[in-house]
């Protein structure tokens, strides 16, 4: 992987960690179009995602803080409940990283079929949290907490977007729509940073052994986080004037040339 191809992919990934796109999807689409391996990019994929939980603790630094404060007073206020509330919804997706990671790992091998079928569970979310109107809110509950948590452990199927099914989930859950934003953004970090955590630990970013450049490393991680802050931002702002309807026509038409693509 080239330095120029680690920044177009880098920025594809701050773009679409947001967006409700699927940055997986899209990697795997870049990856497919720049002739990259299957581990190249889970490798590649696993920088970028680091970035972009930092650009999200950076955008989002006024919540955490405040959160921190909160829950580190000790007491059952809204804060610990907030944080209780993301421990909660990360338990799904932990178990999936636990007992299935290796054949998670070996869906980013796979091609562009299940990118563009998923694309389009993408597109049929985003549609459906578009028109309905349920009951809204004041919070988000514990139950609802696990639901979006749920959700986000099937999100990692490529092409499955996170941020679009997690968020699609909360608003249709009735939660209103720049709570459930800030939610969907906080609720990832923690499980990211410990999985780039554990593979460190293991060695699993050595420049030799994925086969990518520590320059070309250093780059996408560079234009992911500069692209996830500015992506972050105006995804909140997004949200709260409920546009996803949008990225559901995006979706379907970037799924069905992922099909047709991959069907040639």
Request: glycine share 10%.
């Amino acid at each position: 992987m080239s330095w120029i191809e680690a920044l177009v992919l880098g920025i594809i990934q701050g773009l679409t960690e947001f967006l409700p796109v699927s940055s997986s999807g899209h990697l795997i689409i870049g990856g497919e179009i720049f002739g990259l391996s299957g581990e190249e990019n889970l490798t590649f994929a696993i920088v970028v995602h680091a970035a972009t939980v930092l650009s999200t603790i950076v955008v989002l630094w006024s919540e955490v803080s405040t959160l921190f404060k909160g829950f580190f007073s000790f007491k059952w206020n809204k804060e610990t409940q907030f944080v209780a509330k993301i421990v909660l919804s990360m338990i799904p997706v932990a178990i999936v990283g636990l007992f299935f990671k290796d054949y998670v790992e070996t869906l980013f091998g796979t091609g562009l079929l299940i990118v563009g079928c998923m694309l389009l569970v993408t597109a049929a979310l985003l549609t459906f949290s578009y028109y309905a109107k349920p009951r809204m809110k004041e919070d988000i509950s514990f139950k609802d907490a696990f639901l979006i948590g749920l959700v986000q452990a099937f999100a990692v199927l490529p092409g499955l977007s996170r941020s679009g099914s997690t968020i699609a989930t909360g608003l249709l859950l009735g939660n209103k729509r720049e709570l459930v934003a800030k939610f969907s953004f906080l609720m990832v970090i923690i499980p990211i940073l410990g999985e780039v955590f554990l593979d460190l630990m293991k060695g699993g970013f050595s420049a030799e052994a994925s086969g990518i450049s520590t320059v070309s490393l250093i780059t996408g991680f560079v234009a992911a986080f500069v692209s996830g802050a500015l992506a972050c931002k105006w995804m909140i702002r997004i949200v709260s004037k409920g546009k996803l309807i949008y990225f559901a026509y995006y979706c379907v038409l970037a799924g069905l040339c992922a099909i047709v693509y991959s069907l040639i």
